[in-house]
Every structure is written in C-alpha cells, then in structure tokens.
C-alpha cells in the first residue's frame, strides 16, 4: 500500500523502534504525528525527519492518561485533518526482579502497556469507522505469544496479553469492515525500552534483535499490497 500523505499516528514515536518507523515511513512520503510523553526527544524527533525532507509534527501525550489522548487526537486531526494510520507501540519493560524494589510498576505496565493503546484506539475508532477504513496496527511482544518463557516478567506479559486480547476482539468486531487491525509480536531487540527501565545489560543480551531489523519489518508490514494484510505477525531471533 502506498504510504504518500497518509497521516501515521506513532505512539512512543520519540526513541527507540517508534523513532525508526517514524523516519522510515516519512521517507515513503507519510505524514508522521510524534506521540509520546518526552517533549526533548520528540522535539529531536521531529528535527531530523525535517532535516530528511520528510513532514512531521509533535505531540506530547502519555497514552495512560484519557484526557491527555482526548486532547492529541484532537490536536493531531486539527493539524492534518486525519488519521490513516494508527501505530500502538508506546510501552515500558518490566520484570519481576525489578518490582521487588518497585512494585508500582506492575501498574504502569498495565497502564501504558494496555490500557494507553485501547484509550488511543477508541478515541480514534469512530473515526475510522465513519469514514469505513483506517489501520490499526498494535505493538505487543513476544511475550504474548504462546510458547515464550515468560517466567520472569509476569507482570509484563500480562500487560501484553491483556493488548493481544483486546487486539483480537476488535479484530472480530471489525471484521465486516474495511478497517485493518494487526497484530504484531516482535522479540526483544535492542531499543530504548530496557534503558529506560535502567538495565545495567539494556544493549548487552544474546537473544536481542537489531531495532532497525524490527523497523524493516514494520515498514513491510505496512507496504503491502492493498489486497494483502498481515494480520498477526510472530518474530524470534534466528
């Protein structure tokens, strides 16, 4: 599907694999709406998409808060008058080991992790279903994929179980329309999610994926003819 000036909303689109995606759709002509909590990161963001040639602008917004969601979407439509695309991948990294010493993060995963992109895609879905198209593309994980040893981040396997659910029913009630959902689960890779989370080994484990591999995906995923949807898409590293 062709990408030139179709509006791409992009939680937690200020660093890391949202950042990527951001500059890679920009540079196939998309119109890319920054949302994320970090104003300097957007800001930075916004600059470098600019400095390509490509058209973006910034919304500070933390998906966990309703009102704040409200105010983007409203914001995003008032500068580019629609919404095409919808990219859930704002989220936070959690494990057990780190909630000894912080169980409040067992919230904020739920919080940022399911509830930020079901507050942002309801806020969104009339739209969509108005106009009978759009693409709501979801962010979860590996971790909510059957198979995957989840044993020791629980509270974040929940927080990405709870997306993949919520992900499938809206699946079942969108299917007699034109609007796409898709679910994506990507491995771990190497992005600012276990930096900010303070990990010692955030870019030092084995089993992590390259970013720009998991943008390339993405990207793909995006590009595909128009009678094509990837509709659920699993990764492992290899």
């Not at 007699?176 to 955030?202: Q, W």
């Amino acid at each position: 599907m062709g990408l030139t000036n179709k509006v791409v909303l992009i939680t937690g689109s200020g660093s890391g694999l949202g950042k990527l995606v951001a500059f890679k759709l920009s540079k196939l002509g998309a119109k890319i709406a920054l949302v994320s909590r970090t104003e300097s990161e957007l800001r930075e963001t916004k600059e470098e998409i600019q400095k390509s040639g490509g058209n973006a602008e910034y919304f500070i917004c933390d998906v966990s808060k309703g009102k704040e969601v409200v105010k983007t979407v409203r914001d995003v439509l008032r500068k580019f008058e629609r919404i095409d695309i919808l990219v859930n991948n704002a989220g936070i990294w959690t494990m057990d080991e780190m909630e000894k010493e912080n169980p409040e993060l067992r919230m904020k995963a739920l919080e940022i992790n399911t509830l930020g992109p079901i507050q942002m895609t309801e806020e969104i879905l009339p739209l969509f279903k108005k106009n009978n198209l759009g693409w709501i593309f979801n962010v979860t994980s590996s971790a909510a994929d059957v198979g995957s040893d989840i044993s020791f981040y629980k509270a974040y396997s929940a927080s990405k179980w709870g997306l993949a659910g919520y992900t499938k029913a809206l699946k079942d009630d969108l299917k007699n329309t034109k609007i796409r959902v898709t679910h994506f689960m990507p491995c771990g890779f190497d992005s600012m999610l276990y930096e900010k989370a303070k990990r010692k080994d955030a870019h030092s484990q084995p089993w992590m994926a390259k970013t720009e591999d998991i943008a390339d995906i993405v990207v793909f995923m995006l590009t595909r003819p128009e009678s094509v949807l990837m509709e659920q898409v699993s990764l492992r590293k290899y």
